[in-house]
């Protein structure tokens, strides 16, 4: 069984930062990729940021050079750190990481974390 958990969000005023984090657990073999998505309220939800095993990391228009993705292999976790926060990011941030199992290959999703941006 495997399980993403997300934490780090919550409520920051317009400027401030949060630092979201995704640990994966389970019988995981290898992970491919792992990504960031948000969802709006009203809105399709949408990818932030990808890291990909080999590639550069790969993000959204809007968050170029302010929502670094990274990486820690050795624990399967996945964070995005997010600076300059305005209130247009207020979302549920969603954990996604394409892996193996000891038994099979699949797409997984984490619980979603709010994060809300309001003075």
């Known amino acids: 069984q495997v399980q993403l958990v997300e934490s780090g969000g919550g409520l920051v005023q317009p400027g401030g930062s949060l630092r979201l984090s995704c640990a994966d657990s389970?019988?995981?073999?290898?992970?491919?990729?792992m990504a960031w998505y948000r969802q709006a309220p009203g809105k399709q939800r949408e990818l932030v940021a990808r890291?990909?095993?080999?590639?550069?990391?790969n993000y959204a228009d809007s968050v170029k050079g302010r929502f670094p993705i990274s990486r820690d292999n050795a624990k399967n976790t996945v964070f995005l750190q997010m600076n300059s926060l305005q209130p247009e990011y207020t979302a549920v941030y969603y954990c996604?990481?394409?892996?193996?199992?000891?038994?099979?290959?699949?797409?997984?999703w984490g619980q979603g974390t709010q994060v809300t941006v309001s003075s």
């Open positions: 996604n990481a394409v892996l193996r199992t000891t038994v099979t290959r699949g797409n997984y």
């Open positions: 890291i990909t095993s080999g590639v550069s990391p």
């Open positions: 389970g019988s995981i073999v290898a992970i491919y990729a």
